[in-house]
Structure formats: structure tokens, C-alpha cells
């Protein structure tokens, strides 16, 4: 159902905006990072007091290339939560659209205040970049150990994601029912395996925020 409704114009601004909010802070973050990895890379090369010589510009050069590699990890993983954080401040437009067009019987709330949903999703991408930062040696131990990072990045950003779909999408049909934990997790574990996918990873908020509206939705009829 949620594919299905990609086409729709309602649909096309929250993925747009949240999209490219997503590139530009990535640009913006980019270089910092970079720095930060070259910053470290130099200290732990003065801590060797190697001097130059072959070996040090061959770690040197074998620590720019591992930082470089981590940087574009690092990137790919946590885009996934930058847009979704940025698609909770344009979201009314998809919780609408996929309410009006299967399940036009059921009456929403009104939207949260813009500060309102600029504080939850400031919180969201905190909480996910500091959990993901967390398991990252994890996730690369797991390189040489699969499918050990994959799980692990799987489960841990599918329970944020499963939190924050409900947190931004079940205020709008006024239920004080929660979530099972585990199928919400699972729904969120669905989505993270959407942002691994490229290409479908860039509209892989929108299809998870429809496909969670139709299933809050169902359990209120």
C-alpha cells in the first residue's frame, strides 16, 4: 500500500525537503569529519615518534585510506536517520494523503506544533547518531565476523526507528494505546533493511511513515 502511494503529489514535498536537508547537512558534516579522523590520525603519529621514514608514511597513508573507508560507513548508516529526522518536520502531508486515500472513515488529530516536532526530531538524531556511534566497532569487527555487524546495526537502529515512527505518527490518531516493543522493533528493523537497500534508501522514510500510518490506522477501526 505504501509503494503503491508513491506517486502521489502529497508525498513529493516531505521527500524532497527531508532528501535534500539530508545531502546538505551531509556536505556540511562531510569535511568535518574528515578533519577530525586527520586530526587523530596525526596524534596517534606523533605518539609513535617515528620520524619519517617508509613505515611511518605507509601507516600514515594506511590510516588515511581506514579513515576514509570508516568516514563512508559512517555516512551510509546514519543518512538513514538524518532523513528521517528531517521528514518528521514535513510529515502531516504523508499521514494525511495515506489517511484520506485507505482509511477515509478515521478522524486525525491535529498536527504537533513545528516546535514541537523540531524538538522530537533533534532528540531522535542525537539518541541515533550516539547509539550508532556506539556499536561502530561492532559493526566493523563484523566486516570480518558476518553477519555479526549486520545485526547488530539492524536491530539496534530498528528499535529507534520503530520508537520514533510511533512517537511521530500515533500522536495524530489520538490513541493511548503503545506498540508491542517487539513488533514495533520489527517494523523498525524492516526499515533499517530499506536504508541498506541504494536508491530505495532515499525514499525509504517516506514508505516507512505511510506504511506505519496504514497500520496504526487499522488497529483504530
Not at 502511494?5 to 556536505?27: C, E, I, M, V
Not at 556540511?28 to 577530525?36: D, F, K, R, S
Not at 545485526?151 to 490513541?175: C, H, M, P, S, W
Amino acid at each position: 500500500m505504501a509503494f503503491g502511494q508513491l506517486n502521489d503529489k502529497r508525498f513529493l514535498k516531505p521527500l524532497l525537503y527531508s532528501l535534500g536537508l539530508s545531502l546538505l547537512a551531509t556536505l556540511i558534516a562531510l569535511p568535518l569529519i574528515y578533519l577530525g579522523f586527520e586530526w587523530l590520525n596525526q596524534a596517534f603519529l606523533t605518539w609513535l615518534e617515528g620520524g619519517d621514514s617508509w613505515l611511518m608514511n605507509t601507516i600514515e597513508w594506511s590510516l588515511r585510506v581506514l579513515g576514509i573507508l570508516i568516514i563512508f560507513v559512517i555516512i551510509f548508516f546514519a543518512f538513514g536517520s538524518v532523513q528521517t529526522a528531517f521528514l518528521g518536520l514535513f510529515l502531516d502531508d504523508v499521514v494525511t494523503a495515506t489517511r484520506d486515500k485507505n482509511h477515509p472513515t478515521i478522524q486525525l488529530g491535529a498536527p504537533p506544533p513545528f516546535s514541537k516536532s523540531s524538538w522530537a526530531s533533534a532528540q531522535f538524531l542525537t539518541l541515533s547518531l550516539s547509539v550508532n556511534a556506539l556499536i561502530l566497532p561492532i559493526v566493523l569487527i563484523g566486516w570480518f565476523l558476518p553477519p555479526l555487524g549486520l545485526i547488530v546495526q539492524l536491530i539496534a537502529n530498528g528499535y529507534l526507528f520503530g520508537k520514533e515512527y510511533e512517537d511521530i505518527i500515533a500522536i495524530r490518531f489520538q490513541t493511548e494505546s503503545r506498540l508491542d516493543p517487539l513488533k514495533r522493533t520489527i517494523f523498525g528493523t524492516a526499515t533499517a533493511a530499506l536504508f541498506l537497500v541504494p536508491v530505495l534508501n532515499f525514499v525509504a522514510p517516506v514508505i516507512s511513515a505511510a506504511a506505519f500510518t496504514n497500520y496504526i490506522a487499522s488497529r483504530n477501526k
